[in-house]
Structures are given as C-alpha cells and as structure tokens.
C-alpha cells in the first residue's frame, strides 16, 4: 500500500505544474508581422532583392525561384541580408514568472524550385533582459539543395532562465552570402519548460514524507534480506 501511494506521488512530481502560454503573441504569424520589426526591408511583392521580407503562405508568390508551398499558413518569408548581421525580427515580450523556458520555431530553406547549391542560412533565435548582451538559444542551418520546401522542427537545445519582466528576442542570419541564402520561419514560440514540479499542495513537508517513506521501506528490505 505504502509503495502505491509512494509511486503515485513520485509520478505526479514528474507533472510540470507550470501554467502554459506563448511569450511571443503572433507567433504564427496569423496576424501578419504585426507586433514585431525589423532592419530588414519590408515588401508585400517582390523578394528578388536581398534583405528583403514578408508574410506570405506560397514563397514562389514573391520569388520566382523560390519553392511553392500549398495551402493559406502565413508564416515570415525572408531573402536572407548579406553583409552585417541585420535583425530580421525583433520582438518585446514579458515573462510573468521567472523560471526556466524552452523556445521553438520552423525554418525552412526556399531556395529553389530547381536544385541550387546556394549558399545555407544559419538562423540565430535570441535572447536578452535587462540590456545584456543577446544570447543564442537556439540556431538551424538549411542544407541546401536537397532540403528546399522542407519545413524543420528547430527547439532549444537546454532551457533557458528568463526573470519575471520584459524580454528582447530577435532572428539573425549569420550566413553574409547573397545566392541562396533565403528562408522561411513560423510557429515562434517561447513557453515554460517542461520540467518536474512540485506537487500543488503536497510542498516540502509531503516530499520529506515520501522521502521518510523511502527510507523505511529501505529498512524493512535491507531486514528482511540480511
Ligand atoms: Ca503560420
Ligand atoms: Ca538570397
């Protein structure tokens, strides 16, 4: 009975308690890029120059080399900026809680509708509070050709501390080249991480009493075995 009960409450600790929610409104981009800026340069037609962006579903829509991809998702369609690190997307937020966060996204390489050995992109997602410097929490480079239209599933790799408070995060493409170098992000999301909790209402005192628990039952074996 007594290992029942133990098992149960070791199972519950396993339960993140933490109340879930996006840190990054219009993440899907549903809304449009509304929310967010960027250095890059905006255009609702044509992404043939570098360093330009959009929200569209069908990157072939702006490129007409870029790859076609079906059905109405909006998601941010960029031509990579060669040169210096430009923001393609910068974003203000606020965590209600301190505590450890985990972030995820898709990235997409759109360069070509015909096989391009373009130069990849390496997209940096980042974090900064109180004015520090950014730090990287997670990155994705395209492997072009092979992977063109291929949406990846990108998550930071270890979670992350954000104090309660405003957050920056922004999107960078490290990658300078010019041909190629074009990608599609959606689905930005910044939310607790899932990480063992306590148990709401069980606390300290409950731990210590399945700990003691533990150590009876510990006990009671080593008894009966000796
Ligand atoms: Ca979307
Ligand atoms: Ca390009």
Do not use: W
């Not at 509304?34 to 570098?50: D, M, R």
């Not at 930005?188 to 731990?207: H, Q, Y």
């Amino acid at each position: 009975m007594k290992l029942k009960i133990l098992s149960v409450f070791l199972a519950s600790l396993a339960v993140s308690t933490s109340a879930s929610a996006n840190l990054i409104q219009n993440g899907d981009f549903s809304a449009g890029f509304t929310g967010f800026s960027s250095e890059y340069t905006f255009t609702n037609s044509n992404l043939q120059p570098e360093g330009t962006y959009t929200v569209g579903s069908n990157p072939h829509d702006y490129h007409p080399l870029f790859v076609s991809v079906a059905g109405g998702n909006p998601m941010l369609i960029a031509n990579g900026a060669p040169g210096n690190e430009q923001v393609l997307l910068g974003y203000t937020g606020a965590a209600l809680a301190s505590g450890n966060y985990a972030f995820s996204a898709s990235v997409m390489n759109i360069c070509c509708n015909v096989p391009f050995n373009g130069a990849p992109s390496t997209v940096l997602f980042q974090i900064s509070q109180g004015g520090g410097p950014f730090a990287t929490v997670a990155s994705y480079t395209t492997n072009p050709p092979g992977d063109a239209g291929v949406s990846n599933f990108v998550t930071s790799v270890t979670p992350f501390f954000l104090q309660t408070g405003l957050f920056s995060f922004r999107i960078i493409d490290t990658v300078s080249a010019a041909a190629g170098n074009d990608f599609a992000i959606d689905n930005l999301s910044i939310d607790a991480a899932a990480v063992p909790g306590p148990i709401v209402g069980a606390g300290f005192p409950g731990l210590l009493m399945a700990l003691g628990g533990l150590v009876v039952l510990a006990r009671r074996r080593r008894a009966t075995a000796a």
